[in-house]
């Protein structure tokens, strides 16, 4: 049995054409069911949904044997679990693409906080990722933990900046916030339990070389 982790919404939806490619079809439509294993056309395949950030926590502690997930995910899940020894990442699958920003209330000055060395408080999910880059520009930051709606911190004053992720942007201008610094291109990865690696060599690496067949075909 080969078991693999994705998440509800645009993973699972953008990883479809790539497990078509590989001759898989999941039979349910994980929207329509309550099931949080699905079955596909192959018998000895399925597809387990778990949170975009337990994929990597699933695949590196076998509940999983492979999975999809971002690099945002993927950064915050090694710093949290000193380095995630046995998640192996052989493929870039160019899905799930956006950006990871800092953002903050158009009538914050950032580049002048920056500039006059001020304590920026900003707010994030991604911790780990918001501490080397503030690190790295020698800034001054109070990182606060949120869960999710980081647009709002700025506006209710708990923080003067947040570290989110970006695609179009309209997130951002629907809640009157700008894109200050970008600090990388996100996009999500194949990821495999080492073990299950040397055991279901074959069928894995042909899973490897279909997914990025169906890639370069796309581009
Ligand atoms: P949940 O919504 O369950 O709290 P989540 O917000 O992390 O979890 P998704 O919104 O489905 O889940 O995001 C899954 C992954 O897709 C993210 O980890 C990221 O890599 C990528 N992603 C997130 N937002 C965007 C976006 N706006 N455009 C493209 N890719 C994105
Ligand atoms: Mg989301």
Known sequence: MLTLALSKGRIFEETLPLLAAAGIEVTED???TRKLILATNQPDVRVVLVRATD???YVQHGGADLGVAG???LI???AENEGAGGLYQPLDLQIAKCRMS???RADFDYEAAVKQGSRIRV???YVAVARQHFADKGVHVDLIKLYGSMELAPLTGLADAIVDLVSTGSTLKANKLV?????MDISSRLVVNQAALKLKRERIRSLIAAFSGAMSSNS
């Not at 894109?179 to 600090?183: A, T």
């Open 30 to 32: 994980p929207e329509k």
């Open 55 to 57: 994929v990597p926590t």
């Open 71 to 73: 690099k945002d995910v």
């Open 76 to 78: 915050e899940h090694a």
């Open 102 to 104: 800092v953002a903050t």
């Open 123 to 125: 707010a994030t999910k």
């Open 179 to 183: 894109e200050v610094e970008r600090i």
